[in-house]
């Protein structure tokens, strides 16, 4: 029997409540697909940074690395440590030193779900850079504190990073319906859009049977509210795709209904999947947050692990408990509720 | 009676449809409030720049400093002319060297009107950093066209260009609604982010009668499709407050009813009245262009003149327009029917 080595990293907040709801479900898909999913949970966290001193372990990479994927709740606790500790100490550490280099998020209405849209039908799969760009955390600040402050921040883009991105959009483009839209904002940042652009013009030719179109960040961020059904995969980079997503989050119902998946295509690091939506402090533990994203971000690492028949019973579970009573996703024990349909569906 | 120097800059493509008939409507609130608008029209555009070569004449800004206000229809015409060229060469530099540094964008549905969204009462003013940020011009590119090639952007943020966008957003919130909203990415973006969020902080101080809340850039995008009547003001860097003004547009109904302001508050050079919309070259001068953006960045441009009723006047007459006839908007001839209707309302 095939035996999947998985580390579980509930997090912080909501983290904890969704992973544990997302953990039941996976075993159950596992138990009927015939292989096992091998957990070993790791407390790093804000709580555990407060106990340490660090977010994870000096070797904490290193332990990861033997697995083969991850499955992470939520960080961060923003009144006790600051983002920059919590983030930059787990998850972009994860996502940069694994080379997950594609992170891919799905946004459709699942059936029953009303967005905040009059139009229902779009299935859109944004497709972000995950490991440069906006967020290589290049930077400084001088005369500090004074009226002469100056704070620079510098968006480092490589041929590697932009070309490995693009050519695994395209493949995605290629394995859907066939078109793909590729976003910058090239006629005010002349430097790392224009090369975006000209790297996609260059693929377009060895992907003739893709339709391409380049889009501005802010129109984009425009159709995907007044025609989303006219979008099938779009990329972008780190930043512009992490806006997309939390708009396409919203288009969809709403952050908990947001899975995503942290991917290194060519496998040779485990990848992570994860929830779109924060650790919400305000909510936690009190078994309200909806655990469908996380559950939606399991059947993706399924997926992944090449286990497509029980990633699809998952996803068809999902779809026929959100089909079926849409009552208990606005109810009030909704983690427990959704978790038990969902349970019963598979 | 008082004299206005106005300089008109059609521009290209719809830019010159929607430019006459916010003129017209101009013309005729003036005449009934009792004061003249003497307008003076600049050829410049992408077909001045195929003529001579240049977007606009050497001494372009110099003799534009003259003028009271600028009305701008739209600039560019991407398949003869590169976008680097036309608004590099005509719309920003006009932004930047009369330091327009408050970018005006109000998004409310007019009445009548039906958005994408299922929420119709919001009413929120965006106020987007104009002259530095993100869209500084400041990066490089080597190894070009080789496999190692980096491309980088760097955005450039003074204290003197951020504290005074986010005191010009203080005002305005304190003027309206009393809540500001302030965007960023601090969790990713640690250098320039964390310097806006600290000064936010600082002023906040100032304007204890604000409430001031500051969200990430991905948060908002979703918030203003979730729950934009949550929102007043919103005040953004330069390129946040150009992703969040076309969504802005979106959820008013489209950029055909997206008025802005490029504001020197200290009104030591002329301020810059545009709709967001492009010059749309696939429907130039079909007679379809949507002139109710144009109309309203001139009523716009009154008030910034002190001409308060007069533009007062000119926004009733677009909402017992929109009210009315929502068909005159959606009809074939709509950029004559709906300047008309908009004159007869006047
Ligand atoms: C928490 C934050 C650093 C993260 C990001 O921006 O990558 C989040 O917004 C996301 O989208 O995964
Ligand atoms: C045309 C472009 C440079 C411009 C901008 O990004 O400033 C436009 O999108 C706008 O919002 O006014």
Same mark, same amino acid.
């Given at each position: 029997?095939?035996?999947?080595?998985?580390?579980?990293?509930? #997090?912080?907040?909501?983290?904890?409540?969704? *992973?544990?709801?997302?953990?039941?479900?996976?075993?159950?898909?596992?138990?009927?697909?015939g292989?096992t999913?091998?957990?070993?949970?790791?407390?790093? +966290?804000?709580?555990?940074?407060?106990?340490?001193?660090?977010?994870?372990?000096?070797d904490?990479?290193?332990?990861?690395? #033997?697995?083969?994927?991850?499955?992470?709740?939520?960080?961060?606790?923003?009144?006790?440590?600051?983002d920059?500790v919590?983030?930059?100490?787990?998850?972009?550490?994860?996502?940069? +030193?694994?080379?997950?280099?594609?992170?891919?998020?799905?946004h459709?209405?699942?059936?029953?779900?009303?967005?905040?849209?009059?139009?229902?039908?779009?299935?859109?799969?944004?497709?972000?850079?995950?490991?440069?760009g906006?967020?290589?955390?290049?930077?400084g600040?001088?005369?500090?504190?004074?009226a002469?402050?100056?704070?620079?921040?510098? +968006?480092?883009?490589?041929?590697?990073?932009v070309?490995?991105?693009?050519?695994?959009a395209f493949?995605?483009?290629?394995?859907?319906?066939g078109?793909?839209?590729?976003?910058?904002?090239?006629?005010?940042?002349?430097?790392?859009?224009?090369?975006?652009?000209?790297?996609?013009?260059?693929?377009?030719?060895?992907?003739?049977?893709?339709?391409?179109?380049?889009?501005?960040?802010?129109?984009?961020?425009?159709?995907?509210v007044?025609?989303?059904?006219?979008?099938?995969?779009?990329?972008?980079?780190?930043?512009?795709?992490?806006?997309?997503?939390?708009?396409?989050?919203?288009?969809?119902?709403?952050?908990?209904?947001?899975?995503?998946?942290?991917i290194?295509?060519d496998?040779?690091?485990?990848?992570?999947?994860?929830?779109?939506?924060?650790?919400?402090?305000?909510i936690a533990?009190?078994?309200?947050?909806?655990?469908?994203?996380?559950i939606? +971000?399991?059947?993706?690492?399924?997926?992944?692990?090449?286990?497509?028949?029980?990633?699809?019973?998952?996803?068809?579970a999902i779809?026929?408990?959100?089909?079926?009573?849409?009552?208990?996703?606005?109810?009030?024990?909704? *983690?427990?509720?959704?978790?038990?349909?969902?349970?019963?569906?598979?």
């Amino acid at each position: 029997m095939t035996t999947y080595r998985i580390a579980l990293i509930p #997090g912080d907040g909501i983290g904890r409540d969704v *992973t544990a709801a997302a953990w039941s479900v996976l075993q159950k898909a596992a138990d009927k697909a015939g292989f096992t999913l091998d957990g070993q949970e790791f407390p790093w +966290s804000c709580a555990f940074y407060k106990q340490t001193g660090t977010m994870m372990p000096a070797d904490g990479i290193e332990t990861l690395r #033997g697995f083969d994927a991850i499955l992470l709740g939520a960080v961060g606790w923003p009144a006790e440590v600051p983002d920059s500790v919590s983030l930059h100490g787990l998850l972009l550490p994860i996502r940069k +030193s694994f080379v997950q280099y594609a992170n891919i998020r799905p946004h459709r209405l699942l059936p029953g779900v009303k967005g905040p849209l009059r139009s229902e039908g779009f299935d859109i799969l944004c497709i972000r850079e995950n490991t440069e760009g906006e967020y290589s955390g290049a930077g400084g600040r001088v005369h500090q504190g004074t009226a002469d402050e100056v704070a620079v921040e510098t +968006s480092i883009f490589t041929r590697t990073g932009v070309e490995r991105i693009l050519r695994f959009a395209f493949e995605q483009a290629r394995a859907r319906r066939g078109k793909l839209a590729s976003v910058t904002k090239s006629n005010a940042q002349k430097f790392s859009m224009v090369f975006w652009d000209e790297v996609t013009r260059k693929l377009a030719g060895e992907y003739a049977d893709v339709e391409v179109t380049s889009y501005h960040i802010d129109a984009m961020a425009a159709r995907m509210v007044m025609a989303p059904e006219s979008l099938d995969v779009v990329v972008a980079s780190n930043l512009f795709g992490d806006i997309l997503t939390d708009l396409g989050a919203a288009i969809q119902g709403g952050l908990g209904f947001a899975a995503s998946a942290n991917i290194n295509p060519d496998r040779s690091t485990p990848s992570m999947f994860e929830p779109v939506h924060g650790s919400a402090p305000d909510i936690a533990h009190q078994g309200i947050a909806n655990p469908i994203a996380a559950i939606w +971000s399991g059947a993706m690492m399924l997926d992944h692990l090449g286990e497509k028949a029980a990633a699809a019973a998952i996803m068809a579970a999902i779809e026929r408990t959100t089909a079926d009573d849409v009552g208990t996703i606005q109810g009030k024990d909704r *983690t427990e509720a959704i978790t038990a349909a969902i349970l019963a569906q598979l």
